[in-house]
Structure formats: structure tokens, C-alpha cells
């Protein structure tokens, strides 16, 4: 028997002086297979055409449907209303700056990241358009595939207690994003360069490893093991320290 669903949403619109931040309630029958983007769009039709919130493929790709359901970060098109209960409560992301109810900008924050971290390949030489291409194993290629997987919807941020608490915090995707060109054979940028980026305590030393960004990332990155690699880094290199006190048991 379909169920009804009782859904209590975030409203505010940031850039009205008279908008009120509220939650707002709807119910409405639950579609078999519906994923909660079309619930959302149903919502939108059928009651109330003046609630915003983003999506472009529908297909858990761009990454811009993301958002916290029932207090957990998620991707709302690859999430089926059958998976959760009957009362759903959404918000926006927090960390990224509110556009409105369920609309986050986190273009601005990515862009940002990736002007920190230099991302792009850094070669000692100049590009010559006539040179042969760059070859690479295919192992070698496969590794910088997964660690490009990144879809930039700001899950991992919005689940880390760190980033809520310190806006400037590199996060798993900008730390994601040094890694995969420490990965590329290409890429000639200094130890000097990446130290810069990596050892102030607003990147990986202030990462305190509750991994929340390992545990809700949609698309199962290996954020675990790749924080376990810059800090494995930084102790090589001098930037870290390994004398941290021994956890306590508590009680
Ligand atoms: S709409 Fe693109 S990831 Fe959900």
C-alpha cells in the first residue's frame, strides 16, 4: 500500500529582508521507485512552484542535487523515498552559502579550493603543441581515474565537523584533489608547493578523523585512505608530527 509522505522542508530566501527562516510542511502520496529529486519536482508542480532547489543530470553526476535529508548529507536523485521514513525532514547544505531553501552555491567554494591547491598539471617545460603525447601505464591511469571521481556536491564537507566549525578547512576534496596529482607522473609541481598546501592546520593536521566525509561520499571515494596517505606524506617530509598522545579509554 503506497504510504504518505510528511515532508518538512527548509524555507528562507536570503536575499528577501522580510524572508523568515521556517521549515514548511507537505504530504503527499509516495510514488514506487520515485527518487526524492522527483518527489521534489512533484512538490514544486502540484503544490508550491515557488520552492527552490538544484539538479542538472539526474543521474548522480554533476552533483548539484545534494543536500541533508533527515540530517544526513545526500545526493536527493539517487536517493528513492523508499529508503526512508515516512517523516523527511530536508535542509540545504551547511558550510556552502545559502541561494535559498534547498539551493547551496558551492561552485564558489570548489573554485576557490582549486585555485588553493594549484589544480592543474605542473611541468618544468613549456607545452610543445607538436610533442609526442605523455604516455602512462594503464595501472598509473586507473589510479588517477579514481581519485578524479570527485563530483564536487560538497557532501564530505557538509558531514565534517571540522569544515562546520573553521570555513577556511581544505576538507577531503581539496585534500583529494592534491593527491591526485601527487599520483601523476606529469605533474613536477616542488615538494616545497605541496608542503604549502598541505601542512598548515587548515588542511591535514586539522583533520581530527571522525571520516564522515568517508562515510557519506556518494560516490565512495577513498577518502579514508587517502587522508592516511597525506599525513603518511607529511610525516616523510617533516611537516607532521607523530607524538600525538595516546588515546584515553573513557569510564
Ligand atoms: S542532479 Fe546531478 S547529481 Fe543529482
Known sequence: MARTLHFSIFRHNPYDPQSVPRMQSYTLDETPRATLFTTL??????????????????????????????????????????????????????????????????????????????????????????????RMSNDKALEIYELERCIECGCCLAACGVALMRPDFLGAAGMLRVARYLADPRDHRSEAQVLEVLAPD??????????????????????????????????????????????????
Open 41 to 134: 519536482n512533484r512538490i514544486r508542480e502540484e503544490q508550491d512552484p515557488s520552492l527552490q532547489f538544484d539538479f542538472v543530470c539526474r543521474a548522480a553526476i554533476c552533483g548539484s542535487c545534494a543536500m541533508l535529508v533527515n540530517g544526513r548529507p545526500l545526493l536527493a536523485c539517487k536517493t528513492r523515498t523508499e529508503e526512508l521514513p515516512e517523516t523527511i525532514t530536508m535542509h540545504p547544505l551547511p558550510f556552502f552559502r545559502l541561494v535559498g531553501d534547498l539551493s547551496v552555491d558551492t561552485g564558489s567554494w570548489f573554485g576557490e579550493m582549486e585555485q588553493r591547491v594549484e589544480s592543474w598539471v605542473h611541468q618544468q617545460h613549456s607545452f610543445d603543441p607538436n610533442g609526442l603525447e605523455e
Open 202 to 251: 587548515s588542511a591535514v593536521s586539522g583533520c581530527v578523523g571522525f571520516l564522515a566525509c568517508d562515510d557519506f561520499c556518494p560516490k565512495n571515494l577513498p577518502l579514508e585512505e587517502q587522508w592516511a596517505f597525506a599525513r603518511r606524506w607529511l610525516l616523510a617530509h617533516g611537516a607532521l608530527s607523530d607524538n600525538r598522545p595516546t588515546p584515553q579509554r573513557i569510564g
